[in-house]
Structures are given as C-alpha cells and as structure tokens.
C-alpha cells in the first residue's frame, strides 16, 4: 500500500481539529524512508549481484558426489518424507525419532522432486535459499543505508561469504533459517516504514496525532514476517529467539513513532493499541509452526503419534494428538539440552567470532590432481579476511548506534545478538560453526555500513556529510577492501567445492592449526 492511499478517517467539518503547524519539517525528516529513487539502476544491480551468487553456487552442484556431513540425515529423511509423510526409518521399517522440525526438509524433498534423488536433487534447495538470501540482503541494505551501491556491496559480500557458500551447496538446515529470518526482519523493515509513511500522510491531512491515530489498514508486511518467523522456527528451534527480537523492536519502534509524532502519552499509547497486534504476530507464528506439522498429524506412523496409546492411556481424537504432540516436543527440548558428547568439529561462540574452527563436510585423499598426494575437501570456513572484519565493523556498529541513535544500527546489532548471544549461555551443550548462519547476513550488514561511513554520504538518506575528495578516498579504500575480499574467496575456492588439490597447495590454505 502506497503513503498515498493511506488516510485517517475523516471526522466532520464542524469538529475536525485544528491541523498542526505548517508541514512539519522536522516530522517529516523523521519520518521519511532514505530509500532512494533509482529503481532501474537497483533492480539492475540486484539481477547483476544475485546472477553472479547463482553461477557461483550452482556450478558443479552434483560434486562431491553421494551424501556429505549432515545430509546422510536431511536430504534422506526428505526423501522419505515423499513416501510417508514423515520422517522414516528404512533400517527399522518404521518412523525415525528426529530433534528438528519439518518445514526445512520439506523445502529439501522439493527439489528432490524436481531434479530426483541425486546430489542436485537434494542440494538445490540449499542452493535456492542462499540465492535469494543475496537478494534480500541487496534490497535491505539498500532501504538501511539510502544507497544502492553498499546495498549490492553487501550483496556482493554474502556471495563471497565461504560459510554461507558452503551452507547454499549442502543439503543442511541452516541455510533455510539464515535466508527465512533475513526475509522476514526484511518485512520488519518494510512495515516501519509503511507506517511511519501512514502516520505522516495522515497528518499531512489534518490528524491531531497527540489525541488521534490514524486507521493504516491491513499490515501485509508485519503478517508476511510472522508467517516467516513462523516457518524459521519450522526449520529449527533457534529461530525463537528472533521471534522474541522482532516483538522488542514492533514495540520500541511503535512507542517512537508515536514519540516522534507528538503524542502525549506514546508508551501507554503503545501498550494499549499495539499489544493486540504484537499478540496476534506472535499468535500467528505459533500457528504457522503447528501447521507445518500437518504431516505428523495426518500419519498415524511419525515417533511419538501414539504416546498415550503406548502408556496404556486413553487417546481422545484431536486433544490426544496435540497432548503426542506436546510430548514429543517435550523429548526434543530434552535431547537438545543434553547433547554434550564431544566431537571432533565442535566449538564454541566466541570461536565463532574469529572464524577458528571450521567444520570439515567432506574429506578424501583418494583423488586425481595430477600429482603424487593429492587432497580434497568441502570445509565450512568463512571467508577469513571478511569474518575477520566482523568483529570490529560491529564495534563500530555499536559506538555508532549509542553515538547517534540510529535504529538502522540497532537494527542490525539486533540481528547479530540473536544468532549468537544465547549459545552463549549453552557452554555445555555441543556446537558447531553453523550455528552461525542466521547471524551473518546482519554481520554483513555491519561491514557494509562501516564500509558505508568511510566512504561518506554526497545527499540526503545516506551515512555522513562527505567532501567529494574524502569520498573518492574512501570509495577507494572500501572498494580495495571488497576487491581482497573477492580474491580471497577465489584463493579458498577449491576447499568450498572439494576440488582435488596437491596435498602442499590443501596446506598453504590451512592459515591457522584449528583449521586441520
């Protein structure tokens, strides 16, 4: 819905209030979205930036061949998915026990079934995702900074991210939940600026906002980031906590957009008006979670269907299956909270942070490289000399954030906190870099902006007032930064894709002992 067609209902002429003051400026800057209006060029680096992420991801998509790392679980529970409806045991002619929800395997058994049960099969999903998570990021930075430019720079960046790269060509979970929560703190986005455009129209015609609100309509894009969130957290657990993340900032950024149009009372205002909606957003998700367990439902065969039945209790139709239901979730918290067994590829949070212990997919020594001994590998790395760069781009992120209270900065700190702060507080728990993948688009982010603040701002919307000669610098020194960035993802190519390499150029790549 345009600003346009957005207007408060009008009361009659003989007790319509006094319009405020002239057009208010100083509202209007407030208010005003920094989206810029160059919408052929950005669609064109869109299209151009998301091409390239494509071409990288899918060339060679069938290789390694068979099922690597975690997809000897995902790609084949997808598979069985088709059969049975849920997840099977082919071992044990019966339902497997599994510790994730459904939806992202779903996601997996589609591409199955368009390209078959191979390797492209059950990778082009993974592939898909990532893809339009590079999309996403373009067109969220690109609202963020008022900048085309960083916006596909930072589309740029998630290309040539080695994890994320990795996560697109594998048949794993993560990348759904990574690209399923950048999409909907996307429509977060998208509905602040609806309503913000909504409250400005309004008043613009005359609304009193220190006694009225005005009535905005549906909030399609607050329902689309609730149905989102709520198939993230049908891909895997973690994804709550961005639920939780995303009701804190509706709630502060309804109390501030209610602050910056002069209400007299906007926390009260906020508390009473908009805790419906945060309910129903929050209610929504939850639904959206149930249903994507339809196929449980409707299968009298999936691992805990019949729980009250097997202790010798009474099952009635509908609440017995949500009671199963309860049970089985019940059982997964349980396993969750207990895995500690050690493994050779764990880590830990604050490993994370500096890239020090990947995760090796796939490892053979039995390949053909032309020489003597010879080595190939698909290693979930990030790119080092860009996760190098998150760390302190998220300082600076933050100094800029408490500096000028810029919610864009906020924003992106939110999107961090949640990817990784709570494993934080799992010190026991078993943990892989992975676990990472929701974090890095906002990480990303964070480079992007600090990129975005060297360079300097030429007009309205964008980071900092800027000379034309500061500019040119620091253009040079952010595009020198994504150039090395580039050559570095080019240099680790073949430990992403398992090409066959001599066992000395496989060592030159191991920078750090943590990596073997």
């Not at 690597?68 to 059969?83: K, N, P």
């Not at 600026?193 to 399609?220: E, H, K, S, T, V």
């Not at 026991?428 to 890095?440: C, D, G, Q, S």
Request: charged content about 15%; overall charge positive.
């Amino acid at each position: 819905m345009s600003a346009t067609a957005v207007r408060p209902e009008q009361p009659p002429a003989a007790w319509r209030p006094t319009p405020l003051p002239g057009p208010l400026p100083a509202v209007r800057a407030r208010f005003a979205a920094a989206v810029p209006d160059d919408r052929r060029r950005a669609l064109w680096v869109t299209l151009a930036v998301t091409g390239i992420a494509a071409v990288l991801r899918l060339i060679g998509l069938n290789h390694p061949k068979g099922l690597i790392f975690d997809e000897v679980y995902y790609a084949q529970d997808a598979h069985t998915m088709l059969s049975h409806g849920v997840e099977w045991d082919p071992g044990a002619t019966g339902s497997a026990y599994v510790a994730h929800p459904p939806f992202g395997k779903w996601l997996i058994s589609l591409g199955e079934i368009a390209f078959g049960y191979d390797e492209v099969g059950w990778r082009i999903a993974a592939a898909a995702a990532g893809i339009a998570g590079v999309a996403i990021l373009i067109r969220l930075m690109r609202r963020l900074t008022g900048s085309t430019l960083l916006g596909g720079t930072a589309g740029l960046l998630l290309a040539v991210e080695g994890s994320h790269f990795v996560l697109s060509r594998t048949s794993l979970l993560d990348i759904f939940i990574a690209t399923l929560i950048l999409a909907a703190f996307y429509c977060l986005v998208r509905d602040r600026d609806w309503r913000r455009a909504g409250w400005l129209a309004a008043i613009d015609g005359g609304l009193d906002a220190r006694r009225r609100r005005p009535r905005l309509g549906a909030p399609w894009w607050r329902i689309a980031s609730a149905v989102l969130l709520g198939l993230s957290m049908a891909t895997k657990w973690s994804a709550l906590w961005y639920i939780i993340a995303a009701i804190v900032l509706y709630v502060i950024w309804d109390w501030r957009l209610r602050a910056d149009a002069g209400a007299r009372k906007p926390f009260r205002d906020t508390v009473i008006y908009e805790f419906g909606q945060n309910l129903w957003f929050g209610l929504l998700a939850i639904g959206v979670y149930v249903l994507s367990w339809t196929g449980w439902f409707l299968n009298d065969t999936g691992s805990y269907r019949h729980w009250l039945l097997e202790q010798g209790r009474s099952e009635p139709p509908v609440l017995g299956a949500l009671v199963n239901w309860w049970e089985y979730h019940l059982s997964v918290l349980k396993f969750h909270e207990g895995l500690s067994s050690e493994h050779a590829y764990q880590s830990w949070p604050w490993q994370w942070l500096f890239d020090l212990r990947p995760v090796v997919f796939y490892w053979s020594s039995d390949v053909n490289c032309g020489a003597g001994d010879c080595a190939s590998e698909v290693l979930l790395l990030g790119t080092p000399l860009l996760w190098w760069a998150f760390v302190p781009a998220t300082l600076a992120l933050l100094v800029w954030a408490i500096a000028r209270r810029d919610w864009r900065a906020w924003f992106l700190l939110t999107g961090i906190g949640a990817g990784i702060i709570p494993w934080f507080f799992y010190p026991e728990r078993t943990m892989f870099f992975f676990y990472t993948a929701p974090a890095v688009p906002f990480f990303i982010g964070a480079v992007t902006w600090s990129l975005g603040l060297i360079i300097g701002r030429h007009r309205r919307g964008e980071l900092s007032l800027a000379s034309p000669e500061r500019r040119l610098t620091g253009a040079l020194i952010a595009g020198a930064f994504v150039a090395v960035v580039v050559l570095c993802f080019a240099y680790f190519w073949p430990i992403y894709t398992g090409e066959a390499l001599p066992r000395d150029e496989w060592q030159a790549r191991m920078w750090l002992d943590s990596w073997i």
